[in-house]
């Protein structure tokens, strides 16, 4: 079983056990935007462990919109990532920014759990399902008012992603099933992306020059987690992130 294998697994166990409780009525929507930095609230990591497993959400939300991100991303796995809905809520309750949830998504279970918690977007990734489950998941995701961003690491998985109709297409540099970076990936697969969606530069993403290739590569937006959620000033470290 591949590491994605194992994180969807557990994900698909912890929805099990909330699927029985109502969800909250859902706040409005907050449109998603197509530019700009997404930073990641984020605890802890499989290839990482430990990034700031006592970090603040909503103080953390409010530095990073203070900072100038366009929008924040929340991991909400609790077994390999420290995260939570709870986070969810406070990030949303916090800040005006919208919020992406992120997370192994699966199911439409997951996808509903997400808008009623306060996501104004969702996490899609090719490799995690079949693309008859991943193509269902943004129907409803679009039903819901949901922005879609769907993260491909692999050429093979961009006509799934094209299948799809994702909104913002993520291309992460690091392999889900191995945990290992790869920083020449986005350059491979930007040429092949180009024209499906906005495209997203996720994972390896640390200082202003990283952003600045990125965006030389035709990233429309960059999604930053360690290199923020461990910064000891988050509102100056998303500042010289947004500056290039």
Do not use: W
Request: glycine share 6%; hydrophobic share 50%.
């Amino acid at each position: 079983m591949s590491v994605l294998e194992k994180l969807v697994a557990q994900a698909l166990t912890d929805a099990r056990e909330r699927a029985s409780r109502p969800l909250p009525p859902a706040p409005p929507l907050r449109p998603f935007p197509r530019t700009g930095l997404i930073a990641e609230v984020k605890r802890k990591s499989p290839s990482r462990g430990d990034i700031n497993r006592g970090l603040d959400p909503a103080q953390l939300a409010l530095a990073y919109e203070r900072g100038g991100a366009a929008a924040i991303s929340v991991l909400t796995d609790r077994v390999h990532f420290g995260g939570s809905l709870e986070d969810l809520r406070a990030v949303r309750a916090s800040a005006g920014l919208p919020v992406l949830r992120k997370d192994f998504i699966v199911s439409e279970f997951q996808v509903r759990e997400a808008r009623a918690h306060g996501a104004d977007a969702v996490l899609l990734i090719a490799a995690a399902a079949e693309m008859e489950v991943l193509r269902d998941l943004r129907v409803l995701a679009r039903e819901l008012g949901l922005t879609v961003l769907f993260e491909v690491h692999a050429a093979e998985e961009i006509e799934v992603a094209a299948r799809c109709g994702p909104d913002l297409l993520g291309i992460n540099a690091r392999n889900l099933k191995t945990l290992q970076v790869l920083p020449e990936t986005f350059a491979a697969l930007a040429p092949l992306a180009r024209g499906l969606a906005p495209l997203v530069a996720e994972s390896g993403v640390r200082t202003a020059e990283d952003v600045q290739r990125y965006r030389a590569l035709g990233a429309s937006m960059v999604l930053v987690g360690e290199a923020l959620s461990s910064a000891e000033d988050p509102e100056a470290a998303t500042s010289a992130l947004v500056q290039p």
